[in-house]
Every structure is written in C-alpha cells, then in structure tokens.
C-alpha cells in the first residue's frame, strides 16, 4: 500500500467533562477521527456515549480501564486497580464487563481496543486482550499486523517527566510528514479542562490547540494523506 492512511484516535473519551469536551471540539474543528471510551466514570461516560450515538462517523472504541499508574517519588505506584495486574481471569471477566458496558452504552461493538495506560500489552492482561480483539474482529492498539502506533504526540516521557516542545504544530509536522505507508494510528489526549485529577492535565489543553490547528489540517492535505477511523477500514 502506497497510501497514507491516518487514524487519529483520542483516548479517555467518557472520563470526565472536560475531557469529553476537548475530544470533540477536535473532531468537529480539528483532525481527530476516532476516539476510545472509558466507560466506569458514570456521567461523563454516559455523556460521551451519547454524542458517540449520535455521530456515527466517529470511531468508537473500547479503553478498557484496568487501572491507573502515577510517578509518586521516582517510582510508579497504582493510583487504583480495578483488578489484580496478575490475575488473567479477572482481567477477563472485567474485559467482558467493561465490553457489555460499551455496547449498552453505545449500541454496537467497538470498532477497536486498547487499554488505559497501554496496560494490553503487558502479560496476562496481552493474552486475553488478543482473544478479545479476535473475536470481536477488530484491531488492537499496536498489536494488529498491518496498523503502526505513533504514541509520539505525548508530553510526558516513560517516567512521567513533562517533555518539552512534545506538543506543538512543529512536531505534528514531524510526525505527520514521516508517516509511512499504509495505516498509521496517532494516539492523542486531549481535553478542554484539567478536571480528571490525573498527571496528564495541562497537556491536554494544548494537545486540543494543536489538533484544531488549520496549519495541522493544511499539512495533512498537502501530504496526501487520508483521514480515516477504524470503522472505515
């Protein structure tokens, strides 16, 4: 494939309000084409599920909430778990219940999965994310032959120090113009308002700017490359 095909896909839809309002404002003014809903936050999940329903050219996909890591000291410490890291069987039957969740919630199968924190890719917890995935028949994050993640377009490095010049138009044009061929998701977070009490707060605020940046769309265009959503693969 010769093509560049671009899903940019927002993570923590259903989180919280302002996070909700972030992931839409860059669908509807910025580049955004897909999203992946969390859906144990009550309110802002029910909100976004909603819009979800209603805007069916929105990629909806299932971000499955395992629980959450913050830096505390130099180290990483569970902020909560949902289950045990170590336990296959109750990620299973939470996987399964945060699935019926979603389909209750939206109405159809999730075009997509992945998990909060990248917490799929790492055993037990990859085995049953890769049976899940399979029988759903829909891709998993960074584990789909043929779709490359680019987790570049973040502002804090592996050890939760904030990066520098990580969220700006001129490094969406570094990523942007070295896309390679074929399809290419681009994990974002953006939110309006630092109101989900996670480390991931400012950021986000400057995430929506540079998404709904028309020089960013201008960019896109004059590279060729094609805005898609996992639904449309």
């Known amino acids: 494939m010769s093509e560049r095909i671009l899903i940019v896909n927002a993570d923590d839809f259903g989180r919280s309000p302002g996070i ?28 976004a599920a909603s819009y979800a329903r209603e805007h069916p050219s929105l990629g909806i996909g299932l971000h499955a909430d395992l629980g959450e890591w913050v830096v505390t000291g130099g180290s990483w410490t569970a ?23 979603f389909r209750a919630l939206v109405g159809r199968d ?3 999965l992945d998990a909060h924190q990248h917490r799929h890719r790492h055993p037990p917890a990859a085995r ?11 891709p998993l994050r960074d584990r789909t032959a043929g779709i490359h993640y680019n987790g570049e377009f973040y502002g804090r490095a592996p050890d939760g120090r904030p990066i520098g010049n990580a969220i700006s138009v001129a490094r969406m044009q570094e990523i942007l113009v070295s896309l390679q061929p074929g399809v290419t998701e681009l994990g974002c977070h953006p939110g ?3 109101d989900d009490d996670s480390m991931y707060g400012l950021e986000r605020e400057l995430e929506v700017a540079v998404l709904c940046d028309p020089s960013v769309r201008a960019i896109v265009e004059r590279e060729g490359i094609l ?5 449309s693969l």
Not at 37 to 46: E, H, K, S
Not at 130 to 138: H, T, Y
């Open 110 to 112: 999730p075009t997509h």
């Open 192 to 194: 309006m308002a630092s």
């Open 128 to 138: 049953v994310f890769r049976a899940m995935a399979e029988r759903l028949g829909v």
């Open 20 to 47: 909700n309002a972030g992931v839409i404002k860059s669908f509807e003014q910025g580049i955004v084409t897909s999203a992946s809903l969390m859906v144990r936050w009550d309110a802002p999940t029910r909100e």
């Open 79 to 101: 902020k909560y778990e949902v289950v045990p890291e170590d336990d296959a069987d109750a990620i299973e039957r939470e996987l399964q219940n945060q699935l019926d969740t």
């Open 227 to 231: 805005l898609r959503s996992f639904a």
